[in-house]
């Protein structure tokens, strides 16, 4: 069953009913305000930061689900009735419904009894507040006469104190009507304020929730609406709200629009100034019209026609957009994160560079900076930092002997390798970055240097990475307080960064740290071979009592993806080794939906594995398909030149092949979700925690850079494709520091990979050049 459809000429997904299986979320706003709207208008607001600047409520884990959010209710004045746009909270049955999710805003579109209310939801040009632009149309054949109410529930800045003291809070909580703004502000505080605003004739307001809802009801017939009016209320104490009520007279015929502002600001004086642009609809519409220029911009840096439509779907629109997602909120925010005590975590972040840096370089230089900044003196990092605060953090991992991650800090050589080989800016290798403790700085380069000391000096029994906390799978707790658990995966992880390092020393003619980088790679490849290689694919770790998981001797958990993958990643296995890996993986571990993290599922709590054993058979890291893991998969089979393959794996995750299927999936077709539940499962192929996850990120560097092979190299553009077989080619264009290429790949042979000829601009050239910005060129990539 299906509950809507891409609009590929729009770039919008168009959901046709209500009632999807989960609420289908997009976000508003570019990492600095912003939020989440679903499909019947729920969610919430933030400013910066989603714990500690929350702008609107909104309450987890709530029956009926998905409450409160951005409502705007429609009620006839003669009949009393009134419902809203998007369904929900009313719920009244409408007499036809849309949600369309487009790049940085949503339309929510309902009818009843023919009147048409329409509500776009966006931030413009990135500033502190959101619009929500409203158009009423009477197509009802005689004139009508409805009132419109705006509502939004504020939250105590901090959403954990909002929920934790109430005592405090709900006796600060101040809010003001002035001149069509009402601000909501703690009692103590003089200088910021959320707000709500509008550019209407106000009829009536209420600035305090309980007032608006009424005793023992809901958002679903608060009692303004259902009296037809809001009080006045200015609130002293308790909840804050923003609530308008706007009178509209319509004609036969005729249409309103109007314009609702969210916000928060960091100067409450200047709010009037700040948003009075943007209060008349046809401002609201021309901001509009820039927000989606910029998203035409923003995906027009990689596009590609190739022969699968659902392909040019996600490599032009829908994984890029995700991908930007990633990269602003990391994992902090969604429906299934709640904006609370996780932050912006150091490894996620990294990878989540590696899905824009086509796009935005300089952005994501940006976030590598902050990242840096979390790394201490000795090489690790913290494990997550928060935005508005630049506090960094351990997280909330069982604490053992250890307060460091294994990988954290390897996954920055991975991004900033990353930016140089886009940018060429080698400079910024040389900038001075300060450590976390404030007082010490190094250059990226020794930062970096000092990552991977830090894992050569941290190994255990096996002579491999210790595992510290955790590696990039998070519940893989192997330390019960020996300090001897390893990871086979950082292992090979540090394998890949200390091949980065040599790449880099070669481009900067660093002779002899590119000798120390060789050596600190093989010493590590030859100790995994030597301790962890199990003979039909690697071990994945060795838990504090030296027994190893992954293994044929293991009951549980004989093998597991990771150790497979990266081992081709890092250059770890040879040919012979690689081959079987592969195989393995075929054979255990790939499914209709996807590739599960491991097999057999663990079937009780073992307290020697950790978090892993806590879910059930073929959940999440214990035998789930966790999505993560399987574009590492791709990307190895095409480094082993497996086109075929590698596309089978891409295609078996495409949330677009979901659409037909949603009842099952569950989760939003039109982004990628971390986890589907796995084989073992009886609810196999169910998707969670849609939105934010390495999924993304990795998903464009496999498809775009590997299996459509165009990267960007320090001083070159690389195509080299690894495609199936059957395709003929494909087109493409890529915009690289600044020039456009147009590129075309021709497969007359159908070969999966190996490159006979390039040609840029009709003359045959071993490399793609860098041309000058501004400049577009034509290039011809001639398969074998
Ligand atoms: C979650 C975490 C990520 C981790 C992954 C696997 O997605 O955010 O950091 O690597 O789970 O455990």
């Known amino acids: 069953m299906r509950y809507g459809y891409f609009d590929k000429k729009k770039k919008e997904y168009a959901v046709t009913r209500p009632d999807t299986p989960t609420p289908w979320i997009n976000y508003i706003g570019s990492g600095n305000y912003g939020g989440i709207v679903s499909n019947t208008g729920g969610g919430y607001s933030f400013h910066k930061d989603p714990q500690n600047r929350r702008v609107t409520r909104y309450r987890y884990n709530s029956i009926p689900m998905d409450r409160p959010g951005r409502y705007i209710y429609i009620r006839n004045k003669n009949s009393g009735e009134y419902w809203n746009p998007g369904y929900q909270p009313v719920q009244r049955k409408l007499d036809s419904y849309s949600c369309r999710h487009g790049m940085g805003y949503t339309v929510l579109s309902g009818e009843y009894q023919g009147v048409i209310g329409e509500v776009t939801y966006f931030v413009p040009d990135d500033k502190n507040f959101e619009i929500w632009h409203v158009k009423l149309s009477n197509t009802y054949g005689i004139a009508q006469s409805l009132q419109v109410f705006a509502y939004s529930e504020f939250s105590f800045w901090d959403a954990i104190l909002d929920q934790q003291n109430v005592d405090w809070v709900q006796q600060i909580n101040q809010g003001r009507f002035d001149d069509g703004i009402i601000t909501y502000y703690p009692y103590h505080v003089s200088d910021n304020a959320a707000f709500f605003a509008t550019g209407e004739k106000v009829s009536s307001f209420d600035t305090n929730l309980e007032t608006f809802i009424g005793k023992y009801r809901s958002e679903g017939n608060p009692i303004a609406v259902e009296q037809g009016g809001c009080s006045n209320s200015i609130s002293r104490r308790m909840n804050g709200a923003g609530a308008f009520c706007i009178d509209v007279d319509l004609k036969s015929d005729e249409e309103r629009e109007m314009v609702f502002i969210l916000g928060f600001a960091e100067d409450r004086t200047a709010i009037k100034e700040d948003i009075k642009e943007y209060l008349s609809p046809g401002k609201a519409k021309e901001a509009l019209t820039r927000l989606k220029k910029y ?79 979390c790394q201490f003196t000795d090489g690790r990092a913290y494990h997550l930092f928060f935005p508005l605060t630049g506090e960094g953090g351990q997280g909330d991992a069982p604490v053992n002997k250890f307060d460091w991650y294994s990988d954290d800090h390897l996954w920055l050589i991975l991004a900033v390798n990353a930016y140089v080989k886009e940018t060429g800016d080698f400079a910024f290798l040389k900038e001075l970055i300060l450590y976390n403790d404030r007082s010490t700085s190094g250059t990226v380069l020794n930062h970096l240097d000092m990552a991977l000391e830090f894992t050569r000096n941290n190994k255990g029994p096996h002579n491999i990475a210790l595992a510290g906390r955790a590696d990039w799978n998070d519940t893989l707790n192997l330390d019960t307080g020996k300090g001897a658990a390893e990871s086979v995966f950082t292992s090979m992880l540090y394998c890949r960064a200390a091949l980065e390092m040599v790449e880099l020393c070669e481009y900067l003619k660093n002779k002899e740290q590119g000798i120390k980088y060789t050596g600190m790679y093989e010493e590590m490849k030859n100790a995994i071979n030597s301790s962890s290689w199990d003979g039909e694919w690697y071990k994945r770790a060795f838990d504090d009592n030296g027994e190893p998981l992954g293994s044929k001797e293991n009951k549980f958990g004989k093998i597991f993806i990771n150790s497979q993958s990266w081992a081709i990643l890092g250059k770890v296995a040879d040919c012979d080794k690689a081959d079987k890996c592969m195989k393995s993986v075929d054979r255990y571990l790939n499914s209709k939906y996807g590739i599960v993290t491991m097999y057999p599922s663990y079937n009780e709590y073992d307290e020697t594995k950790g978090g892993v054993t806590t879910y059930p058979v073929g959940t999440k890291e214990n035998g789930g398909i966790f999505l993560h893991t399987n574009p590492w998969m791709m990307i190895s089979e095409t480094l082993l030149g497996n086109g075929d393959k590698a596309f089978e794996y891409y295609r078996r995750i495409l949330p677009a092949k979901r659409n037909d299927d949603a009842e099952l999936y569950e989760v939003e077709p039109y982004v990628y979700c971390q986890n589907i539940l796995g084989k073992e499962n009886p609810q196999f192929g169910v998707g969670r925690n849609s939105w934010l996850s390495g999924t993304a990120a990795w998903n464009m560097v496999a498809s775009s850079q590997h299996i459509l092979g165009i990267r960007a190299n320090y001083d070159c553009l690389i195509v080299d494709p690894c495609i199936p077989a059957e395709w003929q080619g494909f087109k493409a264009k890529r915009v690289f520091r600044g020039a456009v290429y147009n590129i075309e790949v021709q497969n007359p042979n159908g070969v999966c990979s190996g490159i006979s000829k390039i040609t840029v601009d009709g003359a045959e050239v071993a490399k793609i050049p860098v041309f000058e910005a501004g400049t577009t060129h034509s290039v011809v990539v001639l398969m074998k």
């Open 295 to 373: 998203w035409d911009d923003y995906t027009g840096r990689l596009s590609v026609e190739t022969p699968d439509e659902d392909m040019n779907l996600f490599v032009n629109v829908w994984n890029q957009y995700q991908c930007k997602t990633t990269f602003n909120w990391s994992r902090f925010v969604s429906l299934y994160q709640l904006g609370l005590g996780r932050g912006m975590g150091i490894r996620d972040s990294a990878q989540d560079t590696l899905g824009v840096m086509h796009t935005i370089p300089e952005e994501a230089k940006q976030l590598i900076i902050k990242l840096l900044k």
